[in-house]
């Protein structure tokens, strides 16, 4: 593997436990030139705000950025699914010249009579910016005209990072915040943040908190609905899962509603037991029994996985892992799972991790395991080669780079289609983990031929 | 007044075309031991990367120059030549395409001075060459990037340099790599190098490696596409884009090469058409294998041609792949109900009068520069009996509850979209059985009798 | 006393199979300039050319000694040597191949001193070559009609001549004409001559015509079947076929020729035994072009392999077809909870064990001699994801709800039977992205949501 | 051409119109090496008795007779499917030799058990007589133990030609004709007979005698069940399509219960109007508005169907036709078909054509045309090029010929989906013709470049 070099600039960001002092450099942006596995301003805001499925979603700039997000992620709605239609202004060359918001104007105009929604994001790209577009007072005019919320979401692509794009959806939906009514919203309540609803997760992890006797005032944003949002500053608590994302909206509804909020991930038994007993924790002095409640719930859960769990983990013991996800906190949650089935987790790393994560991640990690931050293809598939690994778990960028190394993937980006929070999730990873690990297909990779 | 401007300013909903540095970044992924760079932010990229690889499942290294608020403001040159530096030292690639955004193009960054400085700056017998196409998401499609690499590429690279043995030039359009290696097979039978420009028929369709590679094997030779100077003719294909400034055009006014402006060769006619071009420009006879395959398939449409004849179909997609579609659908016997594009050349519809008999007759409706929406609407009203283009007219078809046949691209739904063959005789029998066992298949399992003897 | 007579002799219902005459008519219209001629009653080669005919889309001429009768009394030898006369005279056949039925078994016509009769009165040098196989219908299947007809044609024909460069013997087995096309590639891309028997690759799948004629063009050359017995090995194709007296056995004991029993090559496992067979005989390289195929193949495999793990298949149809199939779901992750065939060697689940890792722990149910009657009770009980085989399992798919995936023979009621790849790595492509495509559209089309993107 | 000669031995069954003296020989077995296109007794006998949907059919003998017979007819029940099953008692070479007889009926046994038919056909095929199965005792038997008719049906393949089978089968169900109860059984009453439901033709018949107010007894043997057959014998008029086939049943039901019968044809507007008006005439005593019933009834149908009809017509003018049957009868019908469609028939010929039946075809046809009495592809293709055919009209075995020659086809055999029979069957009939002969695949044919 000696061919493979790490770029000059990016040595710090890479960090081999045991090996070397721990100083993780990260929360850079991207070296010029690299394949970094990012993506923009816009798409953070977009992922946070995409499955509030009764807005419309309107994407003032050029094709491309609309295009390429028309319908690819995974988040359910039981209800209206405007969120997965595709608009855009779709700009043409004379309207970089002369400007776009006629054409704003006219779009928003057209589309709202059309599709009735109950609010509206502009998301503006990149060249938005540039060509001098007002859009706050086009969706102030609109929402004036049409008598709904049109929110203006500053998402030029190349002001940030992503992290960048989700403070803006933030921003965003911190104007509907508090616009509700919550008057029949209960003390024992809580709004989950950070969550997708990726193949209806929101609706097990929901489903958990109402058994245990608790009012889910709102999801952000999985199965999203305006009119929650506007009421949820009426929750007692704030849950929040995939820190980066909403930590803004939390902060901000902390500072205006005084509304608390802890951090929780549902991924793993362990985590997920983690996430009921912190929130019955916290309602315990209001409602006394929560807590017998939720021991009641994880028991049950329990021990229907359990057995089944031990059966994967026959299959899988002693193999090794790969991590390499957008956010840090999911990391941690992952680490785990997998020695949930036995297996070692050689190589961890993230798009956005801070490096308080990397802290954490550095603390939870066996001796030899490579830690990395913003890494590229290149990276990623040397050290899998070099730690032997049976499996990486990623999004869809990372995917043909094991498949072409002979090594099995499961996808834990919010493209896929299986449900892996809660219990039963766990059971969903384990098979996914499982169906990819031991395919038989891997006795034909050229690697393996070359090794036996 | 209002109305009025209701219909001049629409929104597009549900694209039906993806913007042009996805073009040119599939042209660059067709060159060997090249690295595709997009001067924008790291957004275009990540989603452009992501949208290619659910297609072709290959790893697809496309560089950002990654821009920044201050890149903006001052200009793009410092990134721009920071990327090409970093790109040398991680991929040591022989070649480095460059290709624009619409945020580079609107702030006015010069990336050809931009290069050419660094070029000075840096004068290096081992430096990469670097070829630049303008390719803003405001200006076309896709399709529209795909050539305009083309043609930069050709533009920057070709020589005259009286090589004996230069070949044919050959200009394949957006197809799939099987198509690709189709033409090369082709082109092996007749015994004539082929300069094909691009050629990501390994690039995007590889094995599996033992160790990762920075750069995937195959791809259009740099040498072969400097060699073009001297080709013997060029072949294009695509009837609308022989009515731009094209690569093909551009060879034969700067080295005076006679340029084949033909269609995509899809069914027979079409086929035909591309053999009788190599026969005429090669002076050698069409190969045996393919008189075969021509007669076999004659034979098959004999076969099937009951079960599509006057079948109903919607075709949607590029311009010249709905042209080459089209083309083949008529002389099935399929009325091509609807040609819808998401493209805006201003020429479809010519073009399709060009392969279609009784045009008229048929009713035809043809529409340019449409979304989804309107596709999807059009396409009730002509009430088809399935649809044929790329995965994302599966919504439209799971509303009407009709069979959609997948090619071109993207396929998101299905594995093997690399692999399909649209092209030759072999791709007029691919498509013309999924076709009449799709009728079939719908006719058995709706009907209630349930025969297995059709 | 009764309950054991309903076990021993219970009727058959649905057949999976089909009676021998039927597969000698197949290895006759494979052989060049050949007429098969059935001595029996009119139906017999009425209805097998029928069946023959909707599978293959061409025409197939079969001759009947047309007994009356009278002939059952008296004996067949007159209208026998009648049907030969007339053949002769309107066919000018090279070749005419007899294949009994039940009819002429059971009187006891003895057609080999027939023949010998009617040659020694009828010598003439332009007479054609007659070879005569016993293929009464009460005995075995379909397989055993054609293996015993390849095998009494390589033995009245084949002849020791030390001609050089005899090439290699090559016994396919009863696949498509597309297969033994692939075949004949494989062998020109070794350099290598073929001697295939039989090979019906035109003569099942051949061009349209300007006039009718009366034998299709192509078949296995008389000469060169002459010439098998100066071939450097035989390579035969079948496990259970390698358990019986076969041609190439027959081959190895009349000229000691090398004889190599191979299973079919469907998968990359058992292609790569033909290749090395191939490589080991010939002492050739592989081909680079196979090398590729081979590559791409198992590039796909990773690409779509969590699809399709431990889906559960139901596979049916001739027993070393079976086997084949087999071997390449177990080497892609498909579970083949249950194999069944109309065929009763005694040898399908040993030779099953060969190619199937892990056979006890995947409860792989194998059923020998089976109806589909009872190929239907046991498949609902395995829960399978697909049924894969011929198209004579698409009432038990149907009341199932599940999808089949058309292989093998008779495809009645889609087109292109004759067109399917099974072998090689070509083959395994196409046969995986089949299966992965009706296992994600099954998917895709079952959920609630609908996505494009899969 | 010249390279195609005619057999020696049936220059006599080819004629052409003006050319020769008309002596035509014809129901000859086929010669022995000759194509023929016929099939043998069993495939009579198995092709009339087929639609009788609440019957066992088993097959006595090896497998292929069962193979090659499961559910291949376009035959429709609107009740039971027993009719497509195929049951076999799939005889093995130790049967040969010791007797099937015991195998039998164990098959009837089991096989009556499980389907509870109302009625069982054992087919004997060719090598039954040989081994000297006895298998009119064992259907006795089988009778007198389960207590429903089991019929034998001999069927031997060897004795005679395909309407000594249609014989077979009539004398089976001879057996079941009479033995039901006729009490309920109206003066205007009909059998519709030699009509096989094909694509549910015969719903399509019967609803027009109903619109006329006759009572349809039974139909032999389309949707056929065996409690119609049984009392059959009630009605007041056997109405016989399709002549071969079921003649021998309306003669013997003539004799015995006196039942007269006319002959008719459904194919085409005139022989379909003339098939209501014959049928009218014969009631018009007992019923004497049942004309004017009639003639309402055509007129109504003719003005559905006539500007279809036309516009085809338009399309087709002028171009020739082939037709290769089985039955004259239905050539005839085909012929005046195929003028409704403004194309002339130059070729025209059967399977089991009688002396008579080529009368009255070369009386119809035009000088020139060619009449062949079982016919072979060589003849067929030979004739079907010299007249330079669009389109040939016949079963399977003629497809493939037609094809390879780049010539029109339409299925008018028993395997086909398609109704053809009625007023609507002929507009299906027309869009059938249209849509093969005016396919533009044929301009690829290589006999058309040739021609260029």
């Known amino acids: 593997m000696s061919s493979i070099s790490i770029l000059k600039g990016r040595e710090q960001q890479i960090y081999q436990k045991g090996s070397q002092d721990f100083d993780m450099s990260c929360e850079k942006k991207s070296l010029a030139g690299s394949i970094s596995q990012r993506a923009c301003v816009f798409c953070g805001s977009r992922v946070v705000l995409y499955p509030i499925a009764d807005a ?39 309207d970089i010249i002369f400007g776009g918001e006629k054409k704003l104007a006219s779009a928003l105009d057209t589309l709202i009579d059309t599709y009735k929604p109950k609010a509206a994001f502009v998301y503006a790209t990149c060249i938005v910016g540039l060509i001098g577009d007002d859009i706050d007072a086009i969706c102030k005019k609109a929402s004036q005209e049409k008598g709904i919320p049109v929110l203006p979401v500053h998402s030029e692509g190349f002001k940030g990072t992503k992290k960048d794009g989700y403070k803006a959806a933030c921003d965003a939906m911190a104007n509907l915040v508090g616009t509700g009514s919550v008057k029949d919203v209960g003390p024992l309540s809580i709004n989950i943040m ?30 999203g609905r305006v009119e929650n949002i506007k009421r949820s500053h009426g929750a007692a608590l704030n849950v929040v899962q995939c820190s980066g994302s909403v930590i803004h909206l939390a902060q901000h509804m902390l500072e205006r509603y005084g509304t608390p909020f802890i951090r929780v991930s549902y991924f793993g038994i362990e985590d997920m037991s983690k996430a009921l007993y912190d929130v019955a924790e916290h309602f315990k002095d209001t409602c006394p029994e929560i807590m017998q409640r939720t021991q009641a719930l994880v028991r049950e859960e329990v021990k229907k996985v359990y057995p089944i769990l031990k059966q994967y983990k026959q299959k899988l013991k002693g193999k090794k892992a790969a991590i390499y996800v957008g956010g840090a906190f999911k990391a941690f949650s992952m680490i785990k799972q997998l020695r949930t089935l036995g297996m070692d987790v050689v190589l961890a790393g993230s798009q956005t991790g801070t490096k308080e994560d990397y802290q954490v991640l550095r603390d939870m990690c066996d001796d030899g395991t490579v830690i990395v931050d913003d890494a590229n293809p290149v990276e990623l598939s040397k050290y899998s080669i070099e730690k032997g690994v049976s499996l990486f778990v990623g999004g869809v960028k990372e995917r043909p780079m ?4 002979g090594i099995g993937f499961c996808d834990h980006n919010h493209e896929r289609k299986l449900s892996l929070a809660g219990y039963g999730g766990m059971i969903n990873f384990a098979r996914e983990v499982y169906a990819s690990v031991t395919s038989p297909v891997w006795q034909f990779a050229p690697r393996k031929t070359i090794e036996n | 007044m209002k109305t009025q401007e209701k219909v001049e300013y629409k929104a597009t909903s549900n694209a039906c075309k993806l913007c042009s540095p996805l073009g040119a970044s599939l042209v660059f992924r067709g060159i060997e031991n090249t690295v595709p760079l997009l001067h924008g932010s790291q957004g275009c990229s990540t989603y452009i990367r992501r949208y290619l690889i659910s297609h072709f499942n290959e790893p697809v290294d496309i560089a950002s120059s990654n821009f920044t608020e201050e890149t903006a403001v001052f200009g793009g040159g410092a990134n721009l030549k920071l990327a090409i530096d970093n790109l040398i030292q991680q991929y040591r690639p022989a070649l480095i395409g460059i290709g624009t955004t619409c945020l580079s193009e609107t702030i006015g960054d010069d990336v050809e001075s931009i290069v050419k400085s660094y070029a000075r700056n840096n004068a290096d017998g081992n430096r990469p060459a670097i070829v630049s196409v303008s390719t803003p998401s405001y200006s076309g499609t896709h399709v529209d990037g795909f050539h305009a690499a083309v043609k930069a590429t050709v533009d920057a690279l070709a020589e005259k340099q009286d090589r004996p043995d230069a070949g044919i030039n050959f200009f394949p359009g957006m197809l799939s790599p099987a198509d690709y290696r189709h033409f090369q097979e082709i082109f092996d039978d007749f015994g004539i190098p082929c300069n094909m420009l691009p050629d990501y028929s390994q690039t995007l369709d590889g094995p599996m490696w033992t160790q990762y590679h920075k750069i995937p094997q195959g791809g259009a030779p740099v040498k072969r ?3 073009m100077g001297d080709a013997l003719a060029s072949i294009e294909l695509g009837r609308v884009l022989s009515e731009t400034k094209s690569a093909g055009k551009l060879l034969s006014e700067k080295f005076g090469i006679p340029n084949y402006g033909i269609g995509m060769p899809i069914g027979i006619k079409e086929t035909d058409v591309l053999f009788d071009c190599l026969a005429a420009s090669t002076g050698r006879p069409i190969p045996e294998k393919y008189h075969q395959e021509r007669a076999r398939l004659i034979d098959a449409y004999a076969d099937g041609h009951k079960y599509v004849f006057e079948a109903r179909a919607v075709v949607y997609g590029e311009e010249d792949l709905v042209i080459g579609i089209t083309s083949f659908l008529s002389e099935i016997g399929v009325v091509p109900a609807l040609c819808a594009s998401g493209g805006k050349s201003g020429h479809l519809e010519a073009k399709l009068r060009q392969v279609v008999a009784d045009f008229d007759e048929k009713q035809i409706q043809v529409m340019e520069g449409v979304d989804f929406v309107e596709i999807g609407k059009a396409a009730r009203k002509v009430n088809p009996d399935f649809l044929i283009g790329n995965s994302k007219g599966y919504k439209i078809a799971r ?21 399909i063959v649209h092209v030759g005789y072999r791709g007029a029998q691919q498509l013309f059985d999924t076709i009449t066992n799709t009728i079939i298949a719908s006719k058995q399992d709706s009907s209630a009798v349930g025969y297995f003897y059709m």
């Not at chain 1, 295009?67 to 004379?94: C, N, V």
């Not at chain 1, 950070?194 to 999801?219: C, K, L, P, Q, T």
């Not at chain 1, 094991?402 to 190394?405: E, G, P, R, S």
């Open chain 1, 56 to 94: 419309l979603h309107l994407i003032h700039g050029p094709i491309g950025c609309a295009s390429y997000t028309w319908d690819i992620r995974g988040a359910l709605s039981s209800g209206p699914q405007l969120h997965r239609m595709s608009f855009s202004t779709d700009l043409q060359e004379k």
């Open chain 1, 194 to 223: 950070g969550e997708f609803n990726i193949a209806g997760e929101a609706w097990i992890i929901r489903d958990y908190y109402e058994r245990m006797g608790i009012e889910v005032v709102s999801v952000f944003t999985g199965d």
């Open chain 1, 402 to 405: 094991a498949f072409k190394l």
């Open chain 2, 225 to 227: 596409i400097t060699a």
């Open chain 2, 399 to 419: 509303e009407m509850q009709k069979p959609l046949i997948r090619i071109g691209f993207p396929i998101h739904d299905r594995m093997g979209g690399a692999r």
